[in-house]
């Protein structure tokens, strides 16, 4: 009996790889009520559970609940968390060519960007950016505009000295030569900064307006189309590396270009119904003249940031080109 016994357990000790559960980490900053965990993280995790048979599940961990926002990417090298969603611009100067994608005036929409964002990173432009972790998509949102408390912005005047919530470097530099005050803020600080009067307003796509509850403290929003934020999802190298097979091929199949577009036109989609919920009277359209003249400032950004990676010795020029043929691309594409 004892023999048998024996035989039994060693058998089980050599149960294939691939017949064994693995449970993966995917930490993000957003709310549980949010969207984003339900479309971008949940419908990913029971995707990839699928295509595997259920032998990769996934473990959802929202609101920062596995770090902070700005040390997402970090978290994901050092296997704090197994897979991370993290804004790329958080922390500043990693990511000096995924962050033209944040550049004014390049598209119109967040699958649009997020086509072109993907398309980029396949083209083996962005390797060196990302070489510690391995990547499973990246996208952008939506343009992002001007929400304020108290101050109705028309002009450039009325921006003049605001303190305005910026997400990343690149977009402070445009604040700054509007003539506002930017202060670096990752999002979810953005109710709490508007509430103790630390900010006077904030930059987001319209979708973030709801999705962190700031339509409770926002008296005005300014449409302009400032900026779009760079997103990249994310996994720790060693972790992908121990899959089997099957695994691998299962987190291969929800990687790249679906789920980067998805991501995309999620914001988009969320966005349009923040915006039909406003008050139409707190909506601002800026007149063609005053259009123009931040149209001007904002290109000052563009150029000077472009100059800034070519003088590094980065191909910021050439990667500045290729996005804009990616867009055209995706325009096409995607109808």
């Known amino acids: 009996m004892f023999r048998?016994?024996?035989?039994?357990?060693?058998?089980?000790?050599?149960?294939?790889?691939?017949?064994?559960?693995?449970?993966?980490?995917?930490?993000?900053?957003?709310?549980?009520?949010?969207?984003?965990?339900?479309?971008i993280f949940q419908d990913w995790a029971e995707a990839v559970k699928d295509a595997s048979d259920g032998e990769?599940?996934?473990?959802?961990?929202?609101?920062?609940?596995?770090?902070?926002?700005?040390?997402?990417?970090?978290?994901?090298?050092?296997?704090?968390?197994?897979?991370?969603?993290?804004?790329?611009?958080?922390?500043?100067?990693?990511?000096?060519?995924?962050q033209i994608m944040e550049l004014p005036g390049l598209f119109d929409t967040g699958a649009v960007g997020s086509c072109a964002f993907?398309?980029?990173y396949d083209s083996g432009a962005l390797d060196e950016e990302y070489d510690q972790t391995h990547v499973l998509f990246v996208h952008t949102h939506d343009p992002g505009h001007l929400h304020t408390a108290g101050t109705p912005v028309k002009t450039l005047a009325d921006l003049e000295g605001l303190k305005i919530?910026?997400?990343?470097?690149?977009?402070?530099?445009?604040l700054d030569r509007l003539g506002a005050e930017p202060i670096g803020l990752p999002a979810p600080q953005t109710y709490e900064s508007l509430q103790r009067g630390t900010?006077?307003?904030?930059?987001?796509?319209?979708?973030?307006?709801?999705?962190?509850?700031?339509?409770?403290?926002?008296?005005?929003?300014?449409?302009?189309?400032?900026?779009?934020?760079?997103?990249v999802a994310t996994m720790n190298k060693d972790v992908y590396e121990s899959l089997t097979p099957e695994a691998k091929a299962a987190i291969d199949?929800?990687?790249?270009m679906d789920w980067a577009v998805t991501a995309g036109r999620g914001y988009d989609e969320a966005g349009a119904k923040v915006l039909a919920g406003l008050d139409p009277e707190t909506v601002i359209m800026l007149d063609?003249?005053?259009?123009?003249?931040?149209?001007?400032?904002?290109?000052?950004?563009?150029?000077?940031?472009?100059?800034?990676?070519?003088?590094?010795?980065?191909?910021?020029?050439?990667?500045?080109?290729?996005?804009?043929?990616?867009?055209?691309?995706?325009?096409?594409?995607?109808?």
Request: glycine share 6%.
């Open 4 to 39: 048998t016994l024996a035989m039994t357990l060693a058998a089980a000790a050599f149960v294939p790889a691939a017949a064994q559960a693995q449970n993966l980490r995917y930490a993000h900053f957003m709310s549980p009520n949010s969207w984003q965990h339900e479309q």
């Open 56 to 98: 990769v599940t996934v473990t959802v961990f929202p609101a920062q609940t596995l770090g902070k926002a700005p040390a997402g990417y970090d978290n994901a090298i050092n296997r704090i968390t197994d897979i991370a969603w993290t804004v790329q611009g958080y922390t500043a100067g990693r990511f000096p060519l995924s």
């Open 118 to 120: 993907q398309k980029l």
């Open 165 to 174: 919530r910026r997400p990343t470097a690149v977009v402070g530099d445009m």
């Open 199 to 231: 900010i006077d307003g904030y930059m987001l796509p319209w979708e973030s307006v709801e999705s962190f509850r700031l339509e409770e403290l926002t008296d005005y929003h300014t449409e302009f189309g400032f900026y779009a934020l760079a997103f």
């Open 253 to 256: 199949a929800n990687s790249g």
């Open 288 to 335: 063609p003249e005053e259009r123009a003249r931040w149209e001007a400032a904002t290109a000052e950004t563009t150029q000077a940031y472009i100059k800034e990676l070519d003088d590094k010795g980065l191909p910021g020029t050439a990667t500045y080109e290729a996005v804009k043929g990616y867009v055209s691309e995706c325009e096409a594409e995607l109808g």
